[in-house]
């Protein structure tokens, strides 16, 4: 009897765990579902947020990573360069 749980039965579920403190058997008693089911839900919820929170730490890091890169000066090169004269006002060439 392989019968998938709607999403709203899930959130319940992980509300009463989550908010209320209810260990599994407890759930399970009220839903009229197996406490391996009912923690089932649990644990892949757990996994699903600590994937996601990981993913988003692996983001971040490839983030600051890139905008490290992109704020580093560029070397000088070794060719020299003429150096630039500026005129000032007095000394102005016609």
Do not use: W, Y
Not at 16 to 35: C, M, N
Not at 45 to 51: F, M, S, V, Y
Not at 74 to 86: D, E, G, N, W, Y
């Amino acid at each position: 009897m392989g019968h998938m749980l709607d999403q709203e039965t899930i959130k319940k579920i992980l509300h009463l765990h989550q908010v209320q403190g209810l260990k599994a058997g407890t759930i399970a008693e009220r839903f009229g579902f197996s406490s391996a089911r009912v923690h089932n839900v649990i644990r892949r919820q757990a996994g699903l947020a600590a994937r996601a929170q990981r993913d988003a730490a692996q983001f971040n890091l490839k983030l600051k990573l890139k905008n490290k890169q992109s704020s580093k000066r560029q070397a000088s090169s070794r060719k020299l360069q003429a150096p630039s004269r500026k005129l000032d006002k007095g000394s102005q060439m016609m």
